[in-house]
Every structure is written in structure tokens, then in C-alpha cells.
């Protein structure tokens, strides 16, 4: 039986998702845009910042990562967790340049006791002090860990599937698909909104694609948050070689996003950066309403400031923090 654009489901098939992308592109657009309007105010884009903690050295092998670190030719620092301090410092930053939500990423395989995840645990408290959503992503975690993130004042944790189940091997060994889905679960069962979406270009194909939005529209709720990435090629990891995506395919994935997760925030990420100006209304006319801010996202390169306040003036949203900082 067919639904209206913008029914919240959890029985989509690969197949239908599928057909949903391959939709003439116009169609899938006009459809996409019809589906965020029911549950979104179109003229709404949320504005985040995204702040690397604890920077490289991680143990996990993903093909896509500088921070790995098993990619020894990358030509990245390694540092240590920030102090608390600094980091609710740079938050209030963000905060002035017009950032409504502040996400933390620490290069860990997992959460562990200790000194660090303390710190962790303040900086969360001191962003949500600030009036800010607070995410963060640390790897996998475990029950009593997510209940010390929520009784802080979380608002999402973020634990990307990446890509599909079936691509996934290729991509990562260092880590399972069911340990993803566990942390998910995890974080879940005590009340933190999930963000969880993957990145495109990386060698898959278009059914793999298909098949992560699978995953995502098969959880109940859906994720509250989806960031749809582009892959940035960096040298010394094994997929620097691989060629950026045309845009019109992250175009595509975010219309895609957002027919099949209609309530979801769909968030243009990584590779926002390699997109013109017109590119990214598209994508934001598609179903996108969210973007980063900031010159970097984590260790790769991200839209300026200053470019940002020009893209929300020529949409007619202009933003006086970000004019009076550029």
C-alpha cells in the first residue's frame, strides 16, 4: 500500500529505497522537500561545532580516518584530552558565532574510567550550563557509562554505522556492526538521542547506501540526528585515492534521508566544504537542516565562517553572528 511522503515508517525495503534514489532527480527533490516541510520549518537550519578532544592515536582501522592509528603516513599531531575548561570555552565561542549545538569527539576505541571520562563528564555539564545541545562521540560504551553522560545532560551521542553491513568489512576489521548496534542500544536505553548516519564515496555501492538508510529507518524511534558525510580523501589513509563524489549524489542521499527518515535532523557534514555555494541550497532544499559550523570537523577541512554567513544571507536567514565574525 502506498503512504504519503513524510509517513513515519520502520517496513522500507532496500529495494524501495532504492527506487527512491534512483527517482528523476527533480521528482526526488520536489518529493524530499515536500516531506521535510510536514515535519520541519523549512526556513530552520540548526548550526553546530564540532571540536576534536582528544586528537589521533586512535587503535581503530577505518579506511577513512587520519586519527587512525594504524595510518602511519598520515601527518597528523597527536594530542591529549583537552582540559575542561578550554574546551566550555570554545563552546561559549561557538555559541557567539551562532552555534546552537556543541559536539565533542575523542579518538578512543571505547569509553573508560578514570580522570578522562571525568573531564568528559564536566565538559558535557559545562556546554549544557551554556544553553547548548551537547553530543559527543567516544567509541563504544557501556550501561553505567551512558547513565553518567545522561544524568550530565547529554543530548546525543554520536555512533555512525558508516555504511552498510554488507560494505562494512571493507572499510573496518577493528570493530563489528553488531558492536555499533550495541552501543546504539545502549545509549538509547537510557534516554539520549541518537546520531548516527555514514559517509558516501568510499567504494560502495548505491544498494549499500540504500542498505544503511535500511538500518536507520528500521530503528524505532529513528534517530533523532543523521549526518550524512562525504568522504575527504587524506593522504596516508587507504582511501586517499578514492575521488570525490559528485555533488549531485550527496544531493540525492541527503532527498533520499530525508523520504525515509522524514522527522529526522539530516545533517550536512564532512565534504560540505568541496560544495559551492549553490550546491548546498540544493542539498538544504532537499531535506538537509542542519550544517557545521567551523574551519575544521575534527582534523578535515569545513566550510568558513565567513562563507557560512553568505550562504545563510543569499537563503534570506542572515546571521548576525556570523556577519559580525567574519
Given at each position: 500500500?502506498?503512504?504519503?511522503?513524510?509517513?513515519?515508517?520502520?517496513?522500507?525495503?532496500?529495494?524501495?529505497?532504492?527506487?527512491?534514489?534512483?527517482?528523476?532527480?527533480?521528482?526526488?527533490?520536489?518529493?524530499?522537500?515536500?516531506?521535510?516541510?510536514?515535519?520541519?520549518?523549512?526556513?530552520?537550519?540548526?548550526?553546530?561545532?564540532?571540536?576534536?578532544?582528544?586528537?589521533?592515536?586512535?587503535?581503530?582501522?577505518?579506511?577513512?580516518?587520519?586519527?587512525?592509528?594504524?595510518?602511519?603516513?598520515?601527518?597528523?599531531?597527536?594530542?591529549?584530552?583537552?582540559e575542561p575548561g578550554k574546551v566550555i570555552a570554545m563552546a561559549a565561542t561557538a555559541k557567539a558565532a551562532g552555534a546552537e549545538r556543541f559536539c565533542m569527539g575523542a579518538a578512543?576505541?571505547?569509553?573508560?574510567?578514570?580522570?578522562?571520562f571525568d573531564a568528559v563528564i564536566e565538559m558535557v555539564a559545562g556546554v549544557r550550563a551554556l544553553g547548548m545541545e551537547a553530543c559527543v562521540t567516544l567509541g563504544m560504551l557501556?550501561?553505567?557509562?551512558?547513565?553518567?553522560?545522561?544524568?550530565?545532560?547529554?543530548?546525543?551521542?554520536?555512533?555512525?554505522?558508516?555504511?552498510?553491513?554488507?560494505?562494512?568489512?571493507?572499510?573496518?576489521?577493528?570493530?563489528?556492526?553488531?558492536?555499533?548496534?550495541?552501543?546504539?542500544?545502549?545509549?538509547?536505553?537510557?534516554?539520549?538521542?541518537?546520531?548516527?548516519?555514514?559517509?558516501?564515496?568510499?567504494?560502495?555501492?548505491?544498494?549499500?547506501?540504500?542498505?544503511?538508510?535500511h538500518v536507520l529507518s528500521g530503528m524505532d524511534p529513528h534517530p533523532e540526528s543523521v549526518p550524512i558525510n562525504a568522504l575527504v580523501p587524506v593522504a596516508g589513509t587507504p582511501?586517499?585515492?578514492?575521488?570525490?563524489?559528485?555533488?549531485?549524489?550527496?544531493?540525492?542521499?541527503?532527498?533520499?534521508?530525508?523520504?525515509?527518515?522524514?522527522?529526522?535532523?539530516?545533517?550536512?557534514?564532512?565534504?560540505?566544504?568541496?560544495?559551492?555555494?549553490?550546491?548546498?541550497?540544493?542539498?538544504?532544499?532537499?531535506?538537509?537542516?542542519?550544517?557545521?559550523?567551523?574551519?575544521?570537523?575534527?582534523?578535515?577541512?569545513?566550510?568558513?565562517?565567513?562563507?557560512?554567513?553568505?550562504?545563510?544571507?543569499?537563503?534570506?536567514?542572515?546571521?548576525?553572528?556570523?556577519?559580525?565574525?567574519?
Amino acid at each position: 500500500m502506498n503512504r504519503p511522503d513524510g509517513a513515519i515508517r520502520h517496513d522500507w525495503t532496500i529495494e524501495a529505497i532504492v527506487a527512491l534514489h534512483d527517482l528523476p532527480l527533480l521528482e526526488l527533490v520536489g518529493r524530499a522537500n515536500a516531506a521535510h516541510r510536514r515535519h520541519h520549518d523549512p526556513n530552520r537550519v540548526q548550526k553546530a561545532s564540532l571540536l576534536s578532544i582528544k586528537t589521533g592515536g586512535c587503535p581503530e582501522n577505518c579506511a577513512y580516518c587520519p586519527q587512525s592509528a594504524h595510518h602511519r603516513e598520515v601527518d597528523l599531531t597527536r594530542d591529549r584530552l583537552m582540559e575542561p575548561g578550554k574546551v566550555i570555552a570554545m563552546a561559549a565561542t561557538a555559541k557567539a558565532a551562532g552555534a546552537e549545538r556543541f559536539c565533542m569527539g575523542a579518538a578512543w576505541r571505547q569509553v573508560r574510567d578514570g580522570r578522562e571520562f571525568d573531564a568528559v563528564i564536566e565538559m558535557v555539564a559545562g556546554v549544557r550550563a551554556l544553553g547548548m545541545e551537547a553530543c559527543v562521540t567516544l567509541g563504544m560504551l557501556k550501561p553505567h557509562q551512558a547513565e553518567r553522560l545522561a544524568a550530565a545532560g547529554l543530548t546525543a551521542y554520536n555512533h555512525n554505522l558508516d555504511t552498510s553491513p554488507e560494505f562494512y568489512g571493507r572499510i573496518i576489521t577493528t570493530r563489528t556492526y553488531e558492536d555499533r548496534l550495541e552501543t546504539l542500544a545502549t545509549v538509547r536505553s537510557f534516554g539520549i538521542d541518537l546520531c548516527c548516519g555514514g559517509i558516501i564515496g568510499m567504494g560502495e555501492t548505491i544498494r549499500d547506501r540504500a542498505s544503511m538508510l535500511h538500518v536507520l529507518s528500521g530503528m524505532d524511534p529513528h534517530p533523532e540526528s543523521v549526518p550524512i558525510n562525504a568522504l575527504v580523501p587524506v593522504a596516508g589513509t587507504p582511501l586517499a585515492r578514492r575521488p570525490r563524489i559528485d555533488p549531485l549524489e550527496l544531493v540525492r542521499m541527503v532527498a533520499t534521508a530525508r523520504l525515509v527518515l522524514p522527522a529526522s535532523t539530516v545533517r550536512l557534514s564532512a565534504g560540505r566544504s568541496a560544495l559551492n555555494r549553490e550546491a548546498q541550497i540544493l542539498c538544504l532544499v532537499a531535506g538537509a537542516n542542519s550544517v557545521f559550523y567551523g574551519d575544521t570537523l575534527l582534523t578535515t577541512p569545513n566550510a568558513g565562517i565567513g562563507e557560512d554567513a553568505a550562504l545563510f544571507a543569499a537563503i534570506g536567514e542572515p546571521d548576525r553572528a556570523c556577519a559580525s565574525a567574519a
